[in-house]
């Protein structure tokens, strides 16, 4: 069975950094493209960026609206993701989803974590 | 950005019922590769979005074939005939196709 299990998140001021962690289990980890997905309360869906598999070198793409900010990175011998935010502004204020790619669609995501970012 | 536009914004249905959910891209969703990365998305009350449709007309695992999915191009449609209880929550479509990945606003799913 596919799990994928967020944690780290939190209340952050503005200006701060945290960095969120996906555990990943029920799949060879390395075969898949991984991507973070965030969701402001009451709003729609936000891809924020993807990391590749091992056969495509674990390479990166991100949203503009996240580049230079966020980093996404991969642990593959724990089978853990992760998404490094640095510089967090009030509108980066959802729920951080990661969630398992599969042929250009979402195939698995986590229950989500929340990150509030306030003075 | 391809821009995904939903309609309706919300539907009501009384159980047993069809309803249609439309979901326009602001560019064409053919890839270089042939394929047309559109996708629904169902996310019920306090829980994460869960995969219905995937490249336009395919049911993922597990999903009714009371859903189904069609279109081409710009144009998109989702079905779902005989509505039950577990189908309601918000719909989103989502293209795959180019980055960035974009979703529509969603199309919240009500019982009459």
């Known amino acids: 069975e596919v799990k994928l299990l967020e944690s780290g998140g939190g209340l952050v001021q503005p200006g701060g950094s945290l960095r969120l962690s996906c555990a990943a289990s029920g799949f060879t980890f390395t075969d898949f493209y991984m991507s973070w997905i965030r969701q402001p309360p009451g709003k729609a869906p936000e891809w924020l960026g993807v990391i590749r598999n091992k056969a495509n070198g674990y390479t990166t793409e991100y949203n503009p609206s996240v580049k230079g900010r966020f980093t996404i990175s991969r642990d593959n011998t724990q089978n853990i993701l992760y998404l490094q935010m640095n510089t967090l502004r009030a509108e980066d204020t959802a729920i951080y989803y990661c969630a398992r790619l599969r042929g250009n669609y979402f195939d698995y995501w986590g229950q989500g974590v929340m990150v509030t970012v306030s003075s | 950005d391809v821009v995904m536009t939903q309609t309706p914004v919300s539907l009501s249905v009384s159980l047993g019922g069809q309803v249609s959910i439309s979901c326009r891209s602001s560019q064409s969703l053919v890839h270089n590769n042939g394929n047309t990365y559109l996708s629904w998305y169902l996310q019920k009350p306090g829980q994460s979005p869960q995969l219905l449709i995937y490249k336009v007309s395919n049911r993922f695992s597990g999903i009714s074939d009371r859903f189904s999915g069609s279109g081409s191009g710009t144009d998109f449609t989702l079905k779902i005939s005989r509505v039950e209880p577990d189908d309601l929550g918000v719909y989103y479509c989502?293209?795959?196709?180019?980055?960035?990945?974009?979703f529509g606003a969603g199309t919240k799913l009500e019982l009459k």
């Open positions: 989502g293209q795959g196709t180019q980055y960035p990945y974009t």
